[in-house]
């Protein structure tokens, strides 16, 4: 066969080349090109598919506390990185510890020169300072420090290796069968390796066996030198009846999260890995609970919320008492957090002093309502330690409702709120609760 296209010296000799070759051989070694380059293609796939991007994997499971029964699992066992979710078995080992008498709250523990090399987030002690143990709860719980982390290793376990091998074997013992600890703190680590389920039992366990404790993971801050730390658990302040537990994030994790909430003596326990965000794994994770809440709800009735109460006295977070109390139009969205026409916020009493803010004034209750809860949720960390008041009063023109958020320290702090929220298109005043305003 010839033909009649133009072809340099190359092409020519390439053509004749394949030309003095049977077809069928031709064939064949086109067949084992492409089937060595799909081979090579598969390799390569294999090879750049590290533990890292295996791990990095969205997995969630949400339970009910009391009776262990699954609401929600999306691959509850696939193995993932814990990241700082670690430090819930580094401190349920603290509390064991606690409870056998082997530390006390007020044991002094020594930091390394290896703690004080860990990478941030951490507390930043020097080599030879002590902490005690009760404020290495309190870093661990809130600032989530890495430093801290190895300074309570160290004094459980001798070396951080040795203590890695204390929690792993903690784990086999109360049910976690997937679960490798290689740290105490949750830093990268290959070997370290857990599971949504297994994290759901280490919640479980440690409120179980160690409950007197667990009130330290509703702790919003920790003060600490001169500096002040926040929780990293964002739902504390923004999802009614979150009372813990712990956040984590690496890179090879993305950001993850259990949290337990408790509304009207129902417990729920979720777990979110993987997250995208600190914010779109926070939303997930109520979006979660949310519709757990709507399965479990009876007789067309909200779980009526109630506010929880912080050690001063305040009612936190202000938004959560906006919630819904009950169901009494069935073509009314169903949401919780939405606000339903039958609430009344004026229910809870009014300060009868001290400063606060107010977000407007209206002639219709809901609107005030309305208002409360746009501001809270706007600025949840200002207002987080403030109470929520609709106050309902009569002037010439008839009824206003008054929407307000009570409980500031003094004038100044007021006005720092209202700037925050200004800075955010919120309209805002500050007052003084205990007079006209």
Known sequence: MRFKTRLGPKAMATVSTDQSRPMWQSQGLRICYALSVLMLMIIAAVVLTTPAAMARTYTAMVIDAETGDVLHEYRPDHKVYPASLTKIMTLYMLFDALESGKVSLSSRMNVSKRAWGQAPSKLGLQPGETISVKDAILALVTKSANDIAVVVAEHLGGTEIKFAQMMTAKARQIGMKNTTFRNASGLPNRGQLTTARDMIRLAVSLRKD?????????????????????????????????????????????????????????????????????????????????????????????????????????????????????????????????????????????????????????????????????????????????????????????????????????????????AALRKEKVACIPVNAGGAG
């Open 210 to 418: 160690y409950g007197n404790y667990y009130h330290y993971f509703s702790t919003q801050k920790f003060s600490y030198g001169k500096r002040t730390y926040g929780n990293h658990n964002n739902l504390l302040a923004s999802y009614y009846g979150t009372d813990g537990i712990k956040t984590g994030y690496i890179n090879a994790s993305g950001f993850n999260l259990v949290a337990s909430v408790n509304r009207n003596g129902h417990r729920l326990i979720g777990v979110v890995f993987g997250g995208r965000t600190a914010r779109s794994r926070d939303d997930q994770m109520k979006k979660l609970l949310d519709q757990a809440y709507l399965d479990l709800k009876k007789g067309g009735e909200i779980i009526a919320p109630r506010p929880r109460i912080s050690p001063d006295g305040k009612i936190l977070p202000a938004d959560t008492q906006l919630l819904m109390a009950k169901q009494n139009n069935a073509n009314e969205a169903e949401q919780p957090g939405r606000i339903d026409t039958e609430t009344v916020v004026a229910r809870l009493s009014p300060e009868t002093g001290g400063w606060g803010i107010q977000v407007g004034a209206f002639s219709d209750q809901r609107r005030a309502q309305e208002a409360v809860l746009t501001a809270a949720r706007t600025a949840p960390d200002v207002l987080r330690l403030t109470r929520a008041a609709v106050e309902q009063q009569t002037n010439g023109s008839g009824i206003v409702y008054r929407a307000r958020l009570l409980g500031f320290g003094g004038e100044q702090e007021a006005r720092s709120a209202c």
